[in-house]
């Protein structure tokens, strides 16, 4: 079975960090995009960070500065790293990435779109 583990959410002061983490586990061949998404209640869930499977990466404009997204192909995770952070990032943060598979029975690869669970961050003033 496929699937995104989020961690290293929690409770932070304004002005601190925290890192967030996104581990692909199961028959993952490797990550091709992934993206941070957040959400609050009431509202749509919104990208945050991409990073394309060459490593190009993309913002937000209310995270550009602070926000870092990045990758490690060899344990298949990507990383959030926030700092400096507000009350206005208070969120559930999701990962989503296209993940390549390897089939076992066929040898066949192909890829698939999975979403974590999600994280919660709360930002306290």
């Known amino acids: 079975q496929v699937q995104l583990v989020e961690s290293g959410g929690g409770l932070v002061q304004a002005g601190g960090s925290l890192r967030l983490s996104c581990a692909a586990s199961g028959n993952v061949f490797s990550i091709n995009t992934m993206g941070w998404y957040r959400q609050t209640p009431g509202n749509q869930r919104e990208l945050v960070a991409h990073?394309?499977?060459?490593?190009?990466?993309n913002y937000a404009d209310s995270v550009k500065g602070r926000f870092t997204i990045s990758r490690d192909n060899a344990q298949n995770t990507v990383h959030l790293q926030m700092n400096n952070l507000k009350p206005e990032d208070t969120a559930v943060y999701y990962c989503?990435?296209?993940?390549?598979?390897?089939?076992?029975?066929?040898?066949?690869?192909?890829?698939?779109?999975?979403w974590g669970q999600g994280t919660q961050v709360t930002v306290s003033s």
């Open positions: 989503n990435g296209e993940l390549m598979i390897r089939d076992k029975s066929t040898a066949e690869y192909y890829y698939t779109d999975s």
């Open positions: 990073i394309s499977g060459a490593s190009i990466t």
